[in-house]
């Protein structure tokens, strides 16, 4: 089969590879709908994960299954299906612990285009396809299903990392894709005023749309400071990161409450040490807490959050801003998100229809 590859870090490009085998409890999918992620420019041109070579790329796309192991009860070929980024190992301690994430040791539920191939090829191999799929439901179109393969799930566990209740004020970091659906999330879940941290235009237009209510532009000066003006110098009582970089942490700290909580789901490509200033950090007794995490996939996630999108709760359509029809589309919709073009939040390719 075809796919597109990380041949080595900072080198990508199609590549022939061996169809993916079957086991008992898996299933092979062939792609309906891709989107590529910011994780995989991180991947490639960072090189966040190590070195890779011949690596089918991405973890973003729904798909029809071609193929179910013989252990495998709810999906059959012909199934149109939802496909989470993250697929865990629903059966390892680590998931039975509340972290499926990490089953099989640290960030090892992410397994497409880290572990594994990814999903940028003609066949998908998807691990424990019972606890990781879910039916793609009539009304919810391809290009938006890929959204909840990542976006929506990653986004939204920042809002709960966050714990955000009725009525906090919440500070979101980021308005990439991911950081829209911190915004989403945390007005889902009640939050009262959401300053929104980013540049681009349309992603400042769509942040409104999601709930934002106050937008602050971190290169007009620190964060902290237009923050600080706009609550009377009390500071948030929630921080989502879901951009900038391993300094982004000192800031938040900064605008945080004593007994606030930072939910983090930014990638931290580069940079060894996150910093914590010790006296913005209550001297070490400020109650301010920290959590970064990966989100937790599985099909009961990926059903729940496809609810959202079928009872007109959350609409995914503002996120797609750029559509390609054809597999081959793939590398473009790639470069897209590296190059990150100012009219841009999310291109997706569909590969059939
Ligand atoms: P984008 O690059 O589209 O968005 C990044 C956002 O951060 C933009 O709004 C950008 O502003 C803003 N930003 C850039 N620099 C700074 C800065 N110095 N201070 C404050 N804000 C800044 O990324 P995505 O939304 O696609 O992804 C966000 C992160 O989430 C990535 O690191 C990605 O790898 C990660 N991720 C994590 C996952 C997980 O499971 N934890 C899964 C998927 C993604 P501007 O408007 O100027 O561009
Ligand atoms: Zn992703």
Redesign the pocket.
């Known amino acids: 089969m075809k796919g597109f590859a990380m041949l080595e870090i900072g080198k990508v490009g199609w590549i022939e590879k061996e169809n993916p085998v079957c086991g008992p409890l898996d299933a092979i999918i062939k792609p309906i709908a891709l989107a590529p ?3 995989d420019i ?1 991947t490639v041109w960072e090189g966040a994960v190590g070195e890779r070579t011949d690596m089918i790329l991405g973890h973003e796309c729904c798909g029809e299954v071609v193929e179910v192991g013989s252990l495998v009860k709810d999906f059959k070929p012909g199934d149109r299906v939802l496909v989470p ?2 697929t865990p190992d629903w059966n390892s301690l680590e998931a039975q612990a509340g972290y499926s994430m990490h089953s099989g040791g640290m960030l090892a539920g992410w397994k497409f285009s880290n572990f594994k191939d990814g999903v940028f090829g003609e066949l998908i191999h998807v691990n424990d396809a019972d606890g990781n799929l879910a039916l793609l439901p009539e009304g919810i179109e391809p290009e938006e299903a890929c959204m909840l393969s ?2 929506v799930p ?1 986004g939204f ?1 920042g809002a709960e990392l966050a714990d955000i209740q009725f009525g906090d004020t919440v500070l979101v ?7 829209l659906m911190s915004v989403a999330g945390s007005n889902l879940r009640g939050a009262s005023r959401i300053f929104a ?4 235009p349309v ?1 400042i237009e769509a942040a409104k749309f999601y709930g934002a209510t106050d937008i602050i532009s ?2 007009e000066g620190p ?1 902290v400071e237009q923050v600080m003006k706009l609550t009377d110098g009390k500071g948030v009582d929630k921080v989502i990161i ?4 391993v300094d ?1 942490f000192a800031e938040a700290v900064e605008c945080l409450k004593p007994g606030g909580k930072i939910g983090n ?3 931290l ?1 580069n940079g060894d040490y996150v910093k914590i200033p010790r006296v913005e950090w209550g001297v070490g007794m400020g109650h301010k807490q920290i959590q970064g ?3 937790p996939g599985g099909r009961l996630r990926m059903e729940k959050l496809a609810r959202l999108v079928e009872c007109g709760k959350l609409d995914l359509s503002k996120l797609i801003t750029h559509r390609f029809e054809g597999f081959e589309f793939v590398e473009d919709a790639l470069m897209l998100m590296k190059d ?1 073009p100012s009219d841009l ?1 999310k291109p997706v390719v569909r590969v059939e229809k």
């Open positions: 992620c910011t994780s991180h980024a993250i990542d976006m990653t566990h970091i980021g308005i990439g894709p991911v950081g941290v980013g540049t681009r992603c971190y290169k964060i879901a951009g900038g970089t982004t789901v930014n990638y490509g995490g990966l989100m990150k939040i």
